[in-house]
Nanobody
């Protein structure tokens, strides 16, 4: 599967933004999907993940209650709705996919989008 992330931009603290990840190929519905983020100072960090059937969803503690992941298997789209954004959410955001269940380690995801940049100003 090929992935392309979009939707990044500049947002004021407290604002909202939705990232999208478009998947090509007919097997998107079989993949667990995840969002990661990375800054120059940190390693790639798991943000949230969703199983192929929506039954399992994980969130990293820093984003719980503020971010919502969702997917549309009919449209091959993964979304990340972000609200109450903070300057520490500033990062390059990546979508990723794997054929088995959700995992937090980026090494276990063979498929990656190119990243979309979010900047949250204080």
């Amino acid at each position: 599967v090929q992935l392309q992330a979009s939707g990044g931009g500049l947002v004021q603290a407290g604002g909202s933004l939705t990232l999208a990840c478009a998947a090509s190929g007919r097997t998107f519905s079989r993949y667990s999907m995840a969002w990661y983020r990375q800054t120059p100072e940190k390693e790639r960090e798991f943000v949230t993940g969703i199983s192929w059937d929506d039954r399992n969803i994980w969130y990293a503690d820093p984003v719980k209650g503020r971010f919502t992941i969702s997917r549309g298997n009919a449209t091959n789209t993964l979304l990340l709705q972000m609200s109450r954004l903070k300057p520490e959410d500033t990062a390059l955001y990546y979508c990723a996919g794997r054929e088995s269940g959700i995992r937090s380690s980026p090494a276990l995801y063979p498929y990656w989008g190119q990243g979309t940049e979010l900047t949250v100003s204080s």
